[in-house]
């Protein structure tokens, strides 16, 4: 039977990368979303032209419900979950002073909370079957921080701590969790930088280009098929940050 592969955040940029490539891969994808409907199916129809299927399951994941109805339809259609790609995020620019509560919410409940439920939600099976590839997709920001996007850099670093904690815990499982910290990526999330801005980026980074969306794509394709690779944090940046 194929690995099945639950990715969320997948109708566009990284997501939506990692789900082709899953998919031509031979692992049956669950494409999950929560608002942009049109791009999921746009994303569908790409691959049937391709003659591959994938399933499209729209869920808010910042919620409890969202993620159990995620789960649930998974398990009912394949009963068994082998790969969680937690990447549904969104960002803010913004001053530390000028963010409410209703912010913190909104990114948190987003980019935290979602990964920690969905992994709640799908480790049971995991650990049944006695095997799993969780992967988190955080941040060069969840690593270094980033002035005016303190909250999104606090979700990421929460995520990578959570990562390195879960690793030891789901280990004897042979489960095995680690995150990916993109520099910048050339999707929508970045734009908020002009052409100059990501110029100047550009000559700051020592490969000398923005990075892709495949560029991640292909480390989550090597993370699951490697078996001894757990409570890693690996940052895929073109050397802007070497920490």
Known sequence: MNKIAIVTGASRGIGREVAKQLARSQIKVIANYNQSEKEAYELKEELQKENIEIDIV???????EGAKTLVQFALEKYDKIDILINNTG?????????????????????????????????????VHHKEGCIINISSIWGIVGASLEVLYSISKAGMNGMTKALAKELGPSNIRVNAIAPGIIDTKMNCQFTQEELKEI??????????????????????????????????????WAIT
């Not at 729209?58 to 409890?64: G, N």
């Not at 209703?102 to 799908?122: C, G, H, P, R």
């Open 58 to 64: 729209k869920a808010d994941i910042s919620k409890r």
């Open 90 to 126: 969104i960002s803010e620019y913004k001053m530390f002073t000028d963010e409410t509560d209703e912010d913190w919410n909104k990114i948190i409940n987003t980019n935290l909370y979602s990964a920690f439920v969905m992994s709640q939600e799908v480790i049971p099976n995991m």
């Open 202 to 239: 550009e000559e700051e980074i020592p490969l000398e280009r923005i990075g892709q969306a495949e560029d991640i794509a292909k480390c989550i394709k090597w993370l699951i098929e490697d078996n001894y690779t757990t409570g890693q944090i690996i940052s895929i940046n073109g050397g």
